[in-house]
């Protein structure tokens, strides 16, 4: 067109990038694994971790891993997941992904029978996650709503694991002790 105008759009293509949806959660945690990733490996020049939001009844979250990435499917659409659930069941899955970083070729499929220790340290995993993310927080970086005080995050980590494996009463009595450990320890401050 001569008069310079065009059919783009670039306010409402901005507008869409700019809204942040649940499966962007942790999306600096994701970006810095790949990066850990991509370090650690000549032989995988990238490595990418998505996140999908699946419409499932099912409380269960799982990883699937394939030869240059993985896909971590989030049970989204259940009406009780709210988005600090989702944010924490996120993290308990990049635990998953972390436990096996120095492994991931030789990893394929569906992450469905983790062992009792995988499914400990991931846990583990997303508790410390998300507790050094909200001292960083607390420090003036980010969302206030990320920021856990007293044992907030403490109840938020008991309640998913309860509801993702009720039946598991070895794995709850283990994360408690994370717990009490957890609070018996002095606190690392964040870099
Ligand atoms: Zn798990």
Not at 47 to 63: A, D, F, L, P
Not at 86 to 112: C, F, M, P, Q
Not at 182 to 189: I, M, S
């Amino acid at each position: 067109m001569t008069d310079g105008s065009t059919d783009k759009d670039p306010i409402g293509d901005a507008r869409r990038l700019a809204m942040i949806n649940r499966h962007n959660y942790l999306a600096h945690t994701i970006r810095e694994m790949e990066y850990i990733i991509h370090c650690a490996s000549a032989a995988r020049p990238s490595y990418h971790i998505t996140t999908k939001m699946t419409e499932t009844r099912n409380c269960s979250s799982v990883v699937f891993f394939y030869n240059r990435g993985c896909t971590i499917f989030l049970p989204c659409e259940r009406i009780d997941m709210k988005d600090e659930d989702i944010r924490l069941i996120t993290a308990h899955e990049l635990g998953h992904i972390s436990y096996d970083i120095d492994n991931l070729e030789s990893k394929t499929g569906l992450n469905v029978s983790p062992s009792d220790d995988e499914e400990y340290y991931a846990w583990a995993f997303a508790h410390s996650l998300l507790d050094a993310k909200s001292d960083g927080y607390k420090d003036g970086v980010g969302k206030d709503e990320y920021i856990y005080h007293f044992d907030d995050l403490d109840k938020l980590l008991m309640s998913n694991v309860k509801r993702q494996q009720p039946d598991h009463k070895e794995l709850h009595d283990r994360v408690r002790k994370f717990l009490l450990d957890r609070k018996r320890q002095p606190k690392e401050t964040p870099k």
